[in-house]
């Protein structure tokens, strides 16, 4: 029955506002065909992809991170949802490019050398390109080389990395350190998390904060990244 409600609803009869409306909604749902289709017919209808990415996108899944941070929500809906604005990134990506958008930021992502636990830095990934990130997720087991080339090869804003090993989270310090060594630390913002991690962890460690999921960490991206901006303006 829910999939016959759905094809009742012609999305290219819908005016503008209620189509980025029903987008958030099948966003929700993770119903990636009707994301293509509402993105492409908002492109068609001459909208930016920067404003299709921020006002139908970003904003449905920043509704998501909220029900996913309350509890309303869990992982597989999150990744469903995740996997829907992918098939709308799938259009946009390439004009993003082109049109030289200004995106939220860059983030480097990555979980600790010696360790090789990916599903909630994946969730995270997932969850900052919902709020408009570019993110380079470096995988698993990362080391502070790799992690430090991959910052300033891209010119990240941020550097996030993950652990679910006691073992392996003390790694976080030995990046952070290095970072200050060469002298790099104060160009970057810090996030850390994983199971085991807790906020004073993430202060001993010398973090801008720790998040303790995917919701939190893309909240705290786009605070830390804006505070920054402004800053400095």
């Avoid at 909220?66 to 309303?72: A, L, V």
């Avoid at 570019?134 to 990362?142: K, Q, S, Y």
């Avoid at 350190?177 to 202060?203: Q, S």
Wanted: hydrophobic share 50%; charged share 25%; proline share 2%.
């Amino acid at each position: 029955m829910a999939d016959e409600q759905y094809e009742e609803i012609d999305l290219a009869a819908l005016p503008d506002a209620d189509l980025v409306q029903q987008m958030h909604s099948d966003l929700y749902d993770g119903l990636g065909e009707e994301i293509a289709a509402g993105t492409q017919i908002l492109l068609d209808r001459g909208w930016s992809a920067e404003k299709v990415l921020n006002d139908a996108l970003v904003e449905g899944m920043r509704i998501v991170g909220i029900d996913f941070r309350d509890g309303i929500l869990f992982v597989p809906e999150v990744l469903l949802a995740a996997n829907a604005m992918k098939a709308g990134m799938a259009l946009l990506r390439p004009i993003l490019a082109e049109t030289g958008a200004v995106r939220a930021g860059t983030v480097v992502l990555g979980t600790v050398k010696g360790d090789i636990h990916d599903i909630g830095k994946n969730l995270v990934a997932m969850m900052l390109e919902g709020a408009g990130f570019e993110v380079i997720d470096l995988g698993v087991n990362t080391d502070a080389d790799r992690f430090i080339a991959a910052i300033q090869e891209h010119k990240a804003d941020i550097l996030g990395m993950s652990a679910l090993l006691t073992t392996t989270m003390p790694y976080m310090k030995v990046v952070i350190d290095e970072m200050k060594r060469r002298g790099l630390r104060d160009d970057y913002i810090v996030l850390v998390g994983g199971a085991p991690l807790n906020e004073e962890f993430g202060l001993a460690v010398g973090a801008d904060a720790y998040c303790r999921d995917a919701a939190i960490a893309a909240e705290t991206a786009r605070r830390l990244v804006e505070a920054r901006r402004a800053a400095s303006a």
